[in-house]
């Protein structure tokens, strides 16, 4: 029910756009975050962003760099990747949450796009 895109290989120091469609179900009143994993570690906390898209949250990693939004429906997202760094480098996931406020915990999170890979070389 979510399609992320945007994805690819990059050098340090540019920039992506990952999108993340919604299908079947409207996600418009629920938070929505992004996620990411890289290879042998746990799934992380990239961004979330709350249904009005009035309250965002980023990890310490990222603030600054990227930029999380809504489109106008509320039911596409986007993270604006600058300044990326090779630690950057993994595989993004889009979720839709079980409520209205955005939230940096994995469980608050229901449904969940099938991710999309970003490698930063230096």
């Known amino acids: 029910q979510l399609q992320a895109s945007g994805g690819g290989l990059v050098q340090a120091g540019a920039s992506l756009r990952l999108s993340c469609a919604a299908s079947?179900?409207?996600?418009?009143?629920?938070?929505m975050g992004w996620f990411r994993q890289a290879p042998g570690k746990d799934r992380e906390f990239v961004a979330t962003?709350?249904?009005?898209?009035?309250?965002?949250e980023y990890a310490d990693s990222v603030k600054g760099r990227f930029t999380i939004s809504r489109g106008d429906a509320k039911n596409t997202l986007y993270l604006q990747m600058n300044s990326l760094k090779p630690e950057d480098t993994a595989v993004y996931y889009c979720?839709?949450?079980?409520?209205?406020?955005?939230?940096?915990?994995?469980?608050?999170?229901?449904?969940w796009g099938q991710g999309t890979q970003v490698t930063v070389s230096s």
């Open positions: 979720a839709a949450a079980l409520s209205s406020a955005a939230s940096r915990t994995l469980k608050a999170y229901r449904y």
């Open positions: 079947k179900r409207t996600f418009g009143n629920d938070a």
């Open positions: 962003i709350s249904w009005r898209g009035d309250s965002t």
